[in-house]
């Protein structure tokens, strides 16, 4: 036994103090009464004063007695006690919705196998539950019934997203380490390699199953301005044989395309579709449909499709014309007085002709011909009258198909060495060209002027323009591609997103959205309730491996040793203010008694 609060036990100077009020007594004084009756009930008055030999009855044992108890209560009495908490980890990640040759998913199958582990146990202690995925984490406090954990157990749900490997073996690790743990029961795909700490007695439900999937999902436009997209998709075959798989994919729900594929034992192929007509969502489903149907369905977006917004900065606006003759792009003109950095939040990408930004732009910029002594890129220029291209680097995004000896230039600057900035396009007095990122952001800088934007008119320059548009709009390149699990920012006025099961979540721009653990097309809701589509998918092909699930290594300090058994405090302070309570209502009973009497006599 012992006292949380042993400080408390000061107040048992309080027990003098009651004998202090057991010699206090009343002085005499006359009464006058009616009858004999009366003069009983007042009989106690007479001859009392302070001081003298105190007359101790029960009472002041019972009072006594009281106040002990609850100096007592204040000090936190518990006692120690053997107990046997347990912690469930049960695998809720993406390889758990896979079906086994029983019929049942491994989910089920080690949520009943933990429902007989379960049973087994004696329910000497709190029963903690823990789930693997997107990250390892506690569902809820701690259960005092074995009925309630399985409950628990009953409402938890597979995710699609997997786990990350080295951060579940080190969860296991460290929960298996707690003093206040005497056994961890974890239920999952993986097997755990020996030794096996101790205190963790894991049950793996991962039996090798064949299984076809679908990897990466990409869209890529051939060339800005056209409406046309190209995709490649990822397959694999884990299996022993080899498989005739095929892929059909759907635009906005209807069918745009098929392939078909064969793939040996362990192997991965791609496949491409050329010219895919312009949708909203692209789907993709692979058939035949087999042990882990998470994996034999992909989504992309073709956000590419929507036009790109030019914010075109200059005292000389009219140059931003012929931009807007390009498909798929919308300028809008401005003079660097009227220009203010938030404008940037509307568009994707500016340029600054003759003039440069307040502040580093917030989105990827190009600047044309910038006037010497900028403060914010930090641009070594050198003004010439008539400037030259000397050389170029190899093909890249913004050199791909530009004929730079057809090429004519006017007058215009060279760049210095840039400490961040590198070299696309060299005159004979520095760089012509430069390229870079800084903050997360590209940027493009030009000795001399691609505007106005005049088409065939002026087809090498102008496939060099659409090339550096391309660049900072990511156009050209393959689409982003975000995975289940894995947090995304949220885009500039967003508010809301709806995710695919059709729930909605508030969402802050410029903060990591971590609702994620569902695959599928999310939808961001912007001004004017407008949606904009994100598809996020599972791809990772690791996951879909079910043949062969890896083993996990969990380090333990201790590895030879026994468990040790747990010893938890339990409170006793709830048992004394009991005692506190059924002897004060006693006393009262039996003083309410006497008095009672007294008056009858």
């Known amino acids: 036994m012992g006292l949380l609060y042993p400080g408390a036990l000061v107040f048992l100077a309080l027990v003098p103090a009651l004998i202090l009020a057991y010699l206090a007594k009343e002085r ?41 108890l609850a100096v007592l209560a204040l000090a936190g009495p518990f006692v120690w006690h053997r107990s046997n908490p347990i912690a469930i980890v049960i695998d809720n990640s993406a390889a758990m919705q896979a079906m086994t040759p029983a019929g049942r998913t491994r989910f089920y199958i080690a949520r009943e196998k933990l429902y007989q582990a379960l049973a087994a146990e004696d329910g000497g202690g709190e029963i903690s539950i823990y789930v693997t995925a997107p990250q390892p984490r506690r569902i809820a406090p701690a259960y005092k019934s074995l009925l309630e954990a399985k409950r628990a157990l009953t409402r938890i749900k597979p995710v699609d997203s997997p786990n990350d490997q080295t951060t579940l073996a080190s969860f296991l690790a ?65 299996g022993p044989e080899t498989r005739h798989l095929e892929i059909v994919l759907n635009g906005d729900g209807k069918e745009i395309a098929r392939a078909k594929e064969t793939l040996g034992a362990r192997e991965t192929g791609m496949l491409e579709f050329q010219s895919l007509p312009p949708a909203r969502v692209y789907e993709a489903h692979l058939m035949p449909a087999d042990a882990l149907p998470l994996d034999n369905v992909a989504y992309a977006v073709g956000g590419s499709i929507k036009a790109v917004s030019i914010l075109f900065i200059s005292p000389t606006p009219a140059d931003a014309n012929g931009l807007n003759s390009i498909p798929g792009v919308a300028a809008t003109a401005r003079t660097p007085d009227a220009y203010i950095p938030d404008d940037l939040a509307t568009v994707d990408l500016a340029i600054f002709e003759y003039a440069t930004p307040k502040e580093l732009p917030a989105v ?47 007058g215009g600057e060279y760049f210095g060495a840039h400490p961040w900035m590198s070299g696309v396009i060299a005159g004979d007095g520095g760089a012509l060209m430069l390229k870079g990122e800084r903050g997360g952001h590209r940027f493009v800088a030009t000795g001399f002027n691609p505007f106005p934007y005049l088409g065939k008119r002026n087809l090498p320059m102008s496939i060099l323009t659409l090339n550096a548009i391309g660049y900072l709009a990511g156009l050209g390149g393959s689409s982003v591609e975000n995975r289940t699990g894995q947090p995304w920012l949220v885009p500039a006025g967003v508010e809301q997103v709806i995710l695919p099961s059709g729930k909605k979540v508030a969402a802050k721009p410029g903060t990591l959205f971590t609702e994620v653990s569902e695959q599928g097309v999310y939808e961001m809701i912007g001004p004017g309730a407008a949606k904009t589509p994100r598809a996020v998918n599972l791809d990772d092909l690791a996951v879909s491996d079910l043949a062969s699930t890896p083993a996990l290594k969990v380090e333990s300090a201790s590895a030879s040793s026994s468990p040790a058994p747990v010893m938890e405090k339990s409170p006793l302070t709830g048992y004394v203010l009991a005692a506190i309570i059924a002897l004060a209502a006693l006393e009262a009973i039996v003083v309410y008694r006497r008095r009672r009497r007294m008056l009858e006599a």
Do not use: C, Y
């Not at 007479?46 to 106040?67: H, N, Q, S, T, Y």
């Not at 299984?211 to 490649?232: P, V």
């Open 28 to 68: 005499p004084s006359r009464v006058t009464v009616s009858s004999v009756l009366a003069f009983r009930a007042l009989r106690g008055f007479r001859r009392e004063r302070f001081g003298g030999w105190p007359r101790l009855d029960w009472m002041f044992f019972v009072e006594a007695f009281i106040l002990m």
């Open 364 to 410: 990827n910029a190009m600047i044309v011909m910038p006037p010497p002594g900028d403060p914010i890129f930090g641009l070594a220029v050198t003004p010439a009258a008539q400037v030259a291209i000397a050389g170029w680097g190899k093909t890249g995004p913004l050199t791909d198909s530009v004929n730079f000896r057809l090429l004519s230039l006017r």
């Open 174 to 238: 460290n929960l298996a380490a707690e003093s206040h743990v005497s056994k961890v029961i974890f239920a999952g795909a993986n097997a755990l390699e020996a030794p096996v700490p101790p205190r963790i007695h894991a049950i793996a439900v991962g039996d090798a199953v064949a299984n076809l999937a679908i990897g990466s999902f990409t869209l890529r436009r051939e060339a800005l301005g056209a409406e046309a997209l190209h995709a490649s998709l990822t397959a694999a075959n884990f």
